[in-house]
């Protein structure tokens, strides 16, 4: 079974609008980490939020948020006014606690932001 | 400004000849990875490793070797390389410990194989 699951290989969004990026997790091990990652076109990965399973609020950081549903092991990642700058891929990874160092990613999600 | 370096960010090698990615990091991080990445398929695991010359295969190893003989370079070895190993490769870095420690990647190596 996938242990992340992108269900979007392409978005589009209106500049100045809000988007949602999916992303499902499967993990039994109790402790663990999600993440997202922008890529540009230069191909570079670049950090942008952290979610922590035990963490009670939902990760924020600026304009960006994760929209963290444990139960139904979802982290949704929220980017509000959304820029041209925004256009990239965009990858949901996890970090087990248990099974120590290795990352799991998606297979991304391709924004595009529309002028 | 912590950095994983890539030694370069476009290669065009020919077809069987053998090829090194280097990766360096300035971190003091344990655990390195080789990951390729193609359209439609993400990244893949290439190798990985947790320690000075310790390796572990990842999901794709056919076809590559890797070294880490210091702590702050590792570095992938395609033993000859055929076109189906045109793609990106990312090298990335990271802390043991905790599951809040995230990836450092470095900025990329498009290998193109003709």
């Known amino acids: 079974a996938q242990k992340i699951t992108q269900t979007q290989p392409g978005m589009f969004v209106q500049e100045k609008e809000a988007v949602t990026l999916d992303c499902t997790y499967d993990?039994?091990?109790?402790?663990?980490?999600l993440f997202w990652y922008k890529q540009p076109s230069s191909g570079e990965m670049i950090f942008l939020i952290y979610?922590?399973?035990?963490?009670?609020q939902n990760a924020t950081e600026g304009r960006y948020s994760l929209n963290f549903q444990k139960a139904r092991k979802s982290a949704n990642l929220v980017i509000s006014a959304s820029q041209l700058g925004d256009s990239a891929m965009y990858f949901c990874?996890?970090?087990?606690?248990?099974?120590?160092?290795?990352?799991?990613f998606g297979t991304g999600t391709s924004l595009t932001v529309i002028p | 400004d912590v950095k994983v370096t890539q030694s370069s960010r476009y290669l065009v090698k020919r077809t069987g000849e053998k090829v090194f990615l280097e990766c360096v990091q300035d971190?003091?991080?344990?655990?390195m990875f080789w990951y390729r990445q193609d359209p439609g398929l993400g990244l893949r695991l290439i190798y990985f490793?947790?320690?000075?010359?310790?390796?572990e295969k990842g999901d794709i190893p056919e076809g590559y070797s890797v070294s880490r003989e210091k702590k702050e370079r590792f570095s992938l070895i395609l033993e000859s390389a055929s076109t189906n190993q045109t793609s990106m490769y990312l090298c990335?870095?990271?802390?043991?410990?905790?599951?809040?420690?995230?990836?450092?990647f470095g900025s990329g190596t498009r290998l193109t194989v003709v």
């Open positions: 990335a870095s990271s802390l043991s410990g905790r599951e809040s420690y995230g990836y450092t």
């Open positions: 993990t039994s091990d109790p402790s663990y980490g």
């Open positions: 979610q922590g399973s035990y963490d009670q």
């Open positions: 990874a996890m970090r087990e606690g248990s099974t120590g160092n290795q990352f799991y």
């Open positions: 971190m003091d991080h344990e655990n």
């Open positions: 490793s947790y320690d000075v010359k310790m390796k």
